[in-house]
DNA sequence: AGTTCCATGTAATGTGTTACATGATTGG
DNA sequence: CCAATCATGTAACACATTACATGGAACT
């Protein structure tokens, strides 16, 4: 997900916030999976406004520099709920969860029903992962030895603690996946 | 840790690798949680090799287009062991783990007393970062309510359900970090 | 005959960080 | 009085991706 988009997002879900503001909602609640800096939310809000999926609203605070404030138009919705709905194809790597709960974090919008066809689609590419996790682990353990290389068998040993550390996340995130999905009708009511 | 470094890294581990074959044993071997472009190896090497951290050999393939291979130097193996033994201290972010493994991934060479060293060290950052999102857990939630902003408690449930999938997910970490530590010295002879 | 692999690189573009620039208000 | 917070922005730099450019060998 661009940035621009998360900026979006966030001011869907609060409207009438400024740049200033944004970046504070980033640092309290989205900051251990996203963060950005004043210096890029100005020019993307200004970007967000030309575009036309954004407006705002200068306020005179007496005293204070002036505030602009941003709306979310209509335009800007349609678009935001066009990217949220976008097939999610994470590459194989590790911060595609990343990827995946910040896209999450944006979806409070949506119904349970999408909600819960987002997570099913999340845990089938962590399944095919964890898969892939898996083969890996089985032959580049050969592979490596045939390559050469200093170190071989102890740089082998950590490549192969650390596989299993990875297998173990990838069926650690997709349980969790599964058990939201499960729970979601009685965590997020109706 | 710098891509440029992480390529010096990978030539110590593989001497005599060209640009190419780098690129096959990240694919391969780290692609997982580091990945780089040809288009960007390329012109790092050409750095490494002017700063004289490594130095590189052209071979004449018959029939093939000429391949350089690199080797690391003396200067190159002490920048190396010099950026491997900074102190760790990753930001609060779910990414810092990655950069955990790659920098594990590159220490092969050390002796188990500076991996140890290197290992509690990251237990210990991430030890703070759990308190913290734990600290955040607690008054996030209050604060998100103080913001406003729509569909509040949806977004709110949802908050909080990845909150304490994150706290779990630091809690794995240290113990996977620690257990290692633990079994450093039967698993990684000598 | 066409695609993939080997092998090297440059150019253009996109994205993100750090530094710079300004200025009033609030709290210690 | 000094630091932090509020508030907006630009400029320079660093880093990364995508597209472009070339060309032989090997496989299908």
């Known amino acids: 997900m661009r940035s621009k988009d998360v900026l979006l997002g966030l001011l869907s879900l609060h409207p009438g916030?400024?740049?200033?503001?944004?970046?504070?909602?980033?640092?309290?609640?989205?900051?251990?999976?996203?963060?950005i800096s004043l210096?890029?939310?100005?020019?993307?809000?200004?970007e967000l406004s030309e575009d036309g999926l954004v407006t705002y609203e200068v306020q005179n605070l007496v005293g204070k520099q002036d505030r602009k404030v941003y709306?979310?138009?209509?335009?800007?919705?349609?678009?935001?709920?066009e990217v949220l709905s976008e097939p999610f194809e994470p590459e194989y790597s590790l911060i595609a969860f990343r990827d995946f709960l910040?896209?999450?974090?944006?979806?409070?919008?949506?119904?349970?029903?999408?909600?819960s066809g987002f997570l099913e689609e999340a845990a089938a590419a962590f399944r095919q992962h964890l898969r892939r996790a898996q083969e890996e682990a089985v032959d580049a353990s050969r592979e490596?030895?045939?390559?050469?290389?200093?170190d071989q068998q102890r740089y082998l040993a950590l490549w192969q603690r650390e596989n299993r550390y990875l297998t173990a996340d990838l069926e650690n995130k997709i349980r969790w996946?599964?058990?939201f999905r499960l729970d979601l009708d009685s965590e997020l009511g109706e």
Do not use: C
């Not at 999450?104 to 909600?115: G, I, Q, V």
């Open 39 to 46: 210096s890029q939310i100005y020019p993307l809000l200004r």
């Open 17 to 35: 916030a400024s740049g200033y503001q944004i970046r504070k909602i980033v640092d309290s609640v989205t900051g251990f999976f996203f963060s």
């Open 177 to 179: 996946i599964e058990e």
């Open 71 to 81: 709306t979310i138009t209509a335009a800007g919705r349609a678009h935001l709920t």
């Open 144 to 150: 490596y030895l045939t390559l050469g290389g200093r």
């Open 102 to 115: 910040l896209r999450l974090n944006l979806m409070a919008e949506f119904d349970n029903n999408k909600l």
